[in-house]
DNA sequence: GTGAAAGCGCTAACAC
DNA sequence: GTGTTAGCGCTTTCAC
């Protein structure tokens, strides 16, 4: 492997170009207010095209006070694929004004996310999930400038999903609903939220609140859990997400039951293998990649002092309908 | 939101503690060779803890010319939710060598890997997949001091898992076997190792090579796959991954067929859902954080000087049987 | 319009 | 053992 080659430095590019390092930084940054000649500033851009000039981040940032490191972060939750969909889409989203966003996946054996925060320098930080205060409070201290409070996987945000898969089944005609909740424990608050949305819409149709029964993605676990649906006459039950319905599903197949007919299931987030089950799981969509530009937007807002304005929504919420009734 | 609070520095330490900043430095890098009395040692300790010291990364890493970051590249790939574990793993192990890793996902949208690199002013760069020459080349003048080439998701080191399935099907006599291989392009060379596995396998048992096709995880394409196998009399296959297991379960349910009866299927990977198909799948899977254990120590021998000896490979591979025959 | 000079916070020789 | 002193590479105020 080839060793680092000494790297060129501003001062590099100043010399090539036969002017000052102060030049080379205005034209680089596209200093407003600076009308620098057309002339000189193709001689900096040349030149530091010529040596492969990058300034380095850490310079950079010592010397301005912020990098331009936005660290995601999430969280220890068994997540889907999907969500890689998002983060790529962030991270182009933030890309184009100039932002490189990185990763950090919270583990049990990882660091404190204050302490990535403060070791790759991060002046934004975005959460997936709610930050506790105290979690805030740290990461400021750890150097962030701005803290995004959770939007996309929390609080009223996640509510359409649940109240659309249970207007769904609603208008199926299904008058008993139930919950199908995951067992692990990090996933709750974010299934909670999706629960207030079919509570709420159950409330609105007049409905009872929905059945709520946990299940891991054991098919003992689950067939429990469709017991206890089936003793209470419920019809239909709004799923988690995709994972659990498949579940659900399972639990069904030991019973000796059939979904629609004996039970109908809607899943969420459209994972690639629910169009694989017996009956193709019906479930809810959305674009995540939109998401991820509004959220970009977001932080944009916030970076540049305006307040944020727009709160994101789910974008192009929608059932994908695959088993009939 | 807190604004940010003032940040303590190494100057206020010191002022804390009595001493200079160079003791600060010394004491709280542990700089060996320079015995420093633990009473004075406390008194530093104390003083950054009361003061939540912090070194700012930015001004660390420019005067010492390095950083502690690691960046994980992960590539364009439809990674499943097992990733996770690895990546959690692998930040951990670096964790208690005092590295701090970011994972950057690549995107069409996204930054170029060495943009990123530079950006978050990485020492060390860990590919998924294989880095071409040029890309290597452009990850060191990009800062880079070590770029560790593929070894967990490339070239011979899959090719266990292949062998792997194909022995469990021969050892239970199947005679004619077949390959589901992804149609997504990016999975392709994974896959084609895996593959090379299972072909080895045959070979050595004296069998002919397996009938390799194609799927999607469209039930229709899957189903095409399963009618190229039955029409050429294979009874036993291996999918690349339990993604496209579950696809070749689909497509066998498209015309009636049941496995293990009319065809066996073994997966890999050993996703959650894999246990709730009908009927549950079997698969063969490994110690992935193990893995990124091994992988770990091989960044930190890289990192100081010893030649990687230890190659990792595949740890604790063993089919998970699910279904009988 | 361009350059000189003063740091940003930290590390690491080098003296004391 | 501990403090002094240079920088690391860049931004940015302030003269020219």
Redesign the interface.
């Known amino acids: 492997?080839?060793?680092?080659?000494k790297?060129a430095t501003s001062a590099d590019v100043a010399n090539a170009a036969g002017v000052s390092r102060t030049t080379v930084s205005f034209v680089l940054n596209d200093k407003p207010g600076y009308s620098i000649p057309e002339e000189t500033r193709r001689r900096v851009l040349d030149a530091a095209v010529r040596l492969?000039y990058?300034p380095?981040?850490?310079?950079?940032?010592?010397a301005a006070g912020r990098?331009?490191?936005v660290?995601l972060a999430i969280p220890?939750l068994?997540?889907?694929?999907g969500i890689?969909r998002f983060?790529?889409?962030l991270?182009?989203?933030l890309?184009e004004h100039g932002l490189?966003m990185?990763?950090?996946?919270?583990?049990?054996?990882?660091?404190l996310l204050p302490?990535?925060c403060?070791?790759?320098?991060a002046s934004v930080v975005v959460g997936f999930d709610a930050f506790d205060e105290d979690t805030?409070?740290a990461l400021?201290?750890?150097?962030?400038?701005?803290?995004l409070?959770p939007r996309v996987a929390s609080s009223p945000a996640l509510q359409p999903i649940g109240r659309l898969q249970a207007d769904h089944l609603i208008g199926r005609g299904h008058r008993r609903l139930g919950y199908a909740m995951p067992e692990h424990s990090n996933l709750r608050s974010m299934a909670e939220d999706r629960l207030d949305g079919v509570v709420g819409a159950c409330l609105d149709a007049g409905l009872e609140r929905p059945t709520v029964l946990s299940t891991s993605?054991?098919?003992a676990r689950?067939a429990q859990a469709v017991a206890g649906w089936t003793e209470r006459s419920v019809t239909g039950v709004c799923a988690f997400n995709d994972?659990t319905a498949?579940?659900v599903?399972?639990g069904m197949?030991a019973h000796g039951l059939a979904a629609p007919g004996d039970l109908a299931v809607i899943g969420a987030d459209d994972i690639?293998?629910a169009?694989?089950?017996?009956p193709?799981l019906t479930t809810v969509c959305f674009d995540l990649p939109e998401v991820a530009r509004q959220r970009a937007e977001e932080i944009m807002a916030v970076l540049s002092g305006r307040e944020s304005s727009a709160v994101s929504t789910l974008a192009d919420l929608q059932v994908v309908q695959r088993s009939s009734t």
């Open positions: 492997m080839t060793p680092a080659a790297r492969d990058r380095r981040a850490s310079a950079r940032s010592l990098s331009d490191i660290l220890d068994p997540i889907g694929a890689s983060v790529e889409e991270a182009g989203a890309a490189t990185v990763t950090h996946l919270a583990g049990a054996r990882g660091q302490d990535v403060a070791a790759v320098d805030v409070q400021y201290r750890a150097g962030a400038d701005v803290v409070p993605l054991e098919i689950a994972e498949i579940a599903l399972a197949r690639p293998t169009r694989l089950t017996a193709p």
